[in-house]
């Protein structure tokens, strides 16, 4: 509801929520340089993953078996779930700039965001994180070896999780860049030089 408030309210004030994907494979790096982002640039950070997570946790929630299978399976839950988890935490904020990480992930998610949100925010535009297959594996290994505690920090899952990023994401990453809106940054580098390179895409929005 109160999206809606706010977007009468841009009607009149002629600005939206503006909004950028964050997209890239398992371990790109998407958590760790959106919180850079956040920190350097005043965007608020909304993880589709960290989103569903939250959820799953949540003793009462009637998704958190399906969000837990599809978790385990590196499979994707379906957009109802997931797009209002995101419109609930947009509209719990009072900002107008957010990161939007790991979604959208596959057709699916695009149709459904696109019914729901698409034309109330402003897309800038899609930050491709694009990193190496074993780079990606190796890194959500590490994490999981660390303790991250993560049902999806396993070879097992993490293969699965490859699979889909090649087979239904990187087709939306495909769909943005035909519409001119996708700026890639190499993300198999150490997190600072990725650093250095997101910020010449964000200095000067
Ligand atoms: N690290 C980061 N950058 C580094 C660098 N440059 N050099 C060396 N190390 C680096 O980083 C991962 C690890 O690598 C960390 O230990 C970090 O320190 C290190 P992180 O920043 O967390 O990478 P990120 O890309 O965010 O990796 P993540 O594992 O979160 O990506 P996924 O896309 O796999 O996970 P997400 O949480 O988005 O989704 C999980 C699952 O939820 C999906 O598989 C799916 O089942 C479900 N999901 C949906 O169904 N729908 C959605 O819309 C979203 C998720
Ligand atoms: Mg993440």
């Known amino acids: 509801m109160k999206l809606l408030f706010r977007s009468i309210y841009r009607v009149f004030t002629m600005s939206?929520?503006?909004?950028?994907?964050?997209?890239?494979?398992?371990?790109?790096?998407?958590?760790?340089?959106?919180?850079?982002?956040?920190?350097?640039?005043?965007?608020?950070?909304?993880?589709?993953?960290?989103?569903?997570?939250?959820?799953?946790?949540?003793?009462?929630?009637?998704?958190g078996e399906l969000i837990d299978t599809h978790i385990k399976n590196g499979t994707i839950v379906p957009v109802e779930v997931t797009c209002k988890l995101i419109q609930n935490a947009m509209e719990a904020s009072t900002a107008n700039r957010f990161l939007i990480d790991g979604f959208p992930?596959?057709?699916?998610?695009?149709?459904?965001?696109?019914?729901?949100?698409?034309?109330?925010?402003?897309?800038?535009?899609?930050?491709?994180?694009?990193?190496?297959?074993?780079?990606?594996?190796?890194?959500?290994?590490?994490?999981?070896?660390?303790?991250?505690?993560?049902a999806d920090d396993n070879l097992e899952s993490l293969k699965k999780r490859i699979v889909t990023f090649v087979n239904d994401s990187m087709p939306i990453i495909e769909h943005f860049k035909e519409k001119n809106l996708v700026?890639?940054?190499?993300?198999?580098?150490?997190?600072?030089d990725v650093w250095v390179e997101i910020c010449k895409l964000f200095k000067d929005l």
């Open 16 to 63: 939206k929520p503006q909004v950028v994907f964050v997209l890239g494979g398992p371990g790109a790096g998407k958590g760790t340089q959106c919180s850079n982002i956040v920190s350097k640039f005043g965007f608020v950070h909304l993880s589709a993953g960290d989103l569903l997570r939250a959820e799953r946790n949540k003793p009462d929630s009637k998704y």
């Open 183 to 192: 700026k890639k940054v190499e993300a198999g580098k150490n997190a600072a």
């Open 105 to 150: 992930r596959n057709k699916d998610n695009m149709t459904g965001w696109t019914r729901t949100i698409g034309d109330q925010v402003e897309l800038l535009f899609v930050l491709f994180l694009d990193c190496p297959e074993e780079i990606c594996i190796e890194r959500c290994m590490k994490r999981g070896a660390a303790g991250s505690g993560r």
